[in-house]
């Protein structure tokens, strides 16, 4: 693995997930951060292996490895093995907080997707994950425009941070549905860079769990 030098640059957007697997629904959803927001670079975070590993979850070096793959040939895309490195159960704030400790001056950026940002208020510390940055929540199919940007204005008042709505190709395309696809057999193209496809068949991913 080889991580994102968070010195490198000043502004970033960041999309925390599992990324098991990354699909078009994350990279159109980044893209259009990336093109709305004034940032360097917005950087995929895989999160580290559950420290009780089920079956089913794809080890952190591959869901990685197909997130650095999908986003080698777009300098607006990157990808952060931090949360890999930390390992077991890591919570957004103290990922900011360790981005800070590295470059203090980083302007951070934080998105969600719909379903991630109507759960904001059971997140660890919201106060604090607010100070640190800001968020932006972007919308996703089955999710309602007009209560999101409610909650954008809730968050604000709730917790003094700063949110905002943004929307992006509405792709309705999920993990859980793309590893579904693979254990029945169905096709996943279309849906996923070629090259998380074909690192799927490679490693014979999905097949089961
Ligand atoms: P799973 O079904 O396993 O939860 P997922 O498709 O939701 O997978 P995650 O890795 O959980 O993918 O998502 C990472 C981030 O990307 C989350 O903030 C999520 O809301 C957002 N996201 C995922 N898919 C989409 C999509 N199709 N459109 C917009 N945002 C998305
Ligand atoms: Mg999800």
Not at 70 to 90: C, F, H, Q, W
Not at 117 to 131: C, G, M, V, Y
Not at 165 to 190: A, N, Q
Request: glycine fraction near 6%.
């Amino acid at each position: 693995m080889d991580g994102f030098d968070f010195k490198s640059c000043g502004r970033i957007a960041l999309v925390g997930g599992a990324f098991d697997p990354v699909h078009f629904g994350h990279l159109a959803a980044a893209q259009t951060v990336y093109e709305n927001f004034d940032v360097d670079r917005v950087v995929l975070m895989p999160l580290g292996d559950a420290p009780h590993k089920s079956l089913s979850s794809t080890p952190a070096a591959e869901r990685y490895e197909m997130v650095r793959e999908a986003v080698r040939d777009n300098p607006a895309l990157a990808v952060s093995d931090m949360e890999i490195r930390r390992g077991g159960k890591t919570y957004t704030v103290d990922t900011l907080r360790q981005i800070k400790d590295i470059n203090p001056d980083m302007d951070i950026y934080f998105v969600m997707g719909a379903d991630e940002f109507k759960a904001i208020d059971t997140w660890r510390e919201p106060e604090s994950l607010f100070s640190l940055c800001r968020v932006i929540a972007v919308s996703r199919p089955g999710y309602d425009t007009a209560s999101l940007i409610k909650k954008t204005a809730e968050v604000k008042e709730r917790y003094g941070g700063e949110a905002s709505f943004l929307e992006v190709p509405s792709l309705d395309i999920s993990s859980s549905d793309l590893r579904k696809r693979i254990r029945d057999g169905r096709s996943v193209k279309y849906l996923i860079p070629k090259e998380a496809e074909e690192y799927i068949i490679r490693h014979d991913l999905y097949k089961e769990g």
